[in-house]
Nanobody, 124 residues
Framework: QVQLVESGGGLVQAGGSLRLSCAAS????????????MGWFRQAPGKEREFVGG????????YYADSVKGRFTISRSNAKNTVYLQMNSLKPEDTAIYYC?????????????WGQGTQVTVSS
């Protein structure tokens, strides 16, 4: 059974930083983690889920939503089956549940797998 488990969410003041992690497990997926593009989405209360960013299989290419460009950085460790989201200069509007996802394309048009989400709250 494939599992994507996020961690690292929490409460932070505006201007602060958080680092989210997403660990992949499950025999099939963990053996083929490097064959998937990975990404992050978020969903704020009352809003639709939106793409935050994605990373290619090797980690050589990254893609970001305009709203987070220059503040968020995605990275991955294929050796650890883990993808990260470093979030700096956080704003109250970044408050949302953050989900990691796996797709065949780094812009995440149709993810094959989803994590359960981790809450990020940014206070003003």
């Amino acid at each position: 059974q494939v599992q994507l488990v996020e961690s690292g969410g929490g409460l932070v003041q505006a201007g602060g930083s958080l680092r989210l992690s997403c660990a992949a497990s499950g025999y099939t997926f963990s053996n083929t983690f490097s064959s998937y593009c990975m990404g992050w989405f978020r969903q704020a209360p009352g809003k639709e889920r939106e793409f935050v960013g994605g990373i290619s299989r090797s980690g050589s290419s990254t893609y970001y939503a305009d709203s987070v460009k220059g503040r968020f950085t995605i990275s991955r460790s294929n050796a650890k089956n883990t993808v990260y989201l470093q979030m700096n200069s956080l704003k109250p509007e970044d408050t949302a549940i953050y989900y990691c996802a796996a797709d065949q394309i780094p812009t995440m048009p149709s993810p094959d797998y989803w994590g359960q989400g981790t809450q990020v709250t940014v206070s003003s």
